[in-house]
């Protein structure tokens, strides 16, 4: 099994990883980007980079308030969170008037905190017969699995239209 994919059965550290991955394969695209760029829209009608980012940092502090729950025998109602383009306009009204910076920073935090919280909590809090609750899989690598393609895409784009800089070549590359 690779562990770049969030997969349904995993080890915690599977998902760890595949979290982290994935959390890399969203972020790379945009290194380089002007920030004016991350406020555009990525494609017509559709969110801004910051605009998403917005968005995981609420998805991932919901993640934490679960994983607080189980860590004290609790579980967590994800009822009211079912249809997610309401709560997503919800997080981009919220962190609008920061600047992408800062929210990129709230992100990378949410993110590096959400990653601790899961290496803490006791398998017995943790597990549902043995296995990582599948919301956790889901909520975790999946989400930002999910937007990969269209952050690559948009960066590509940007950078074919001259507006951005190719990314710098990664130490010892050819």
């Not at 980007?33 to 995981?56: N, V």
């Not at 994983?67 to 004290?72: I, S, T, V």
């Not at 784009?157 to 130490?171: F, H, S, T």
Request: no cysteine.
């Amino acid at each position: 099994m690779g562990v770049t994919m969030a997969e349904p059965h995993m080890t915690r550290e599977e998902l760890i990883v595949a979290a982290e991955i994935a959390f890399e394969r969203l972020m790379t695209p945009t290194r380089g980007l002007p920030p004016e760029l991350m406020e555009e829209s990525m494609a017509e009608g559709e969110w801004s980079f910051k605009d998403l980012a917005a968005q995981l940092v609420f998805w991932d502090g919901l993640v934490l308030r679960a994983l607080e729950d189980l860590n004290y025998g609790r579980q967590f109602d994800w009822s009211p969170y079912r249809i997610e383009n309401g709560w997503n306009a919800q997080a981009v009204e919220r962190l609008q008037p920061q600047n992408v910076k800062r929210v990129l920073t709230e992100m990378r935090l949410t993110h590096s905190t959400l990653t601790e919280a899961l290496r803490r909590i006791p398998d017995e809090n943790l597990l549902m017969d043995d296995q990582l609750p599948p919301w956790l899989i889901e909520n975790l690598a999946g989400r930002y699995e999910r937007y990969i393609p269209q952050v690559e895409n948009w960066a590509k784009r940007m950078r074919q239209e001259g507006r951005a800089l190719p990314p710098l070549p990664i130490l010892g590359g050819k």
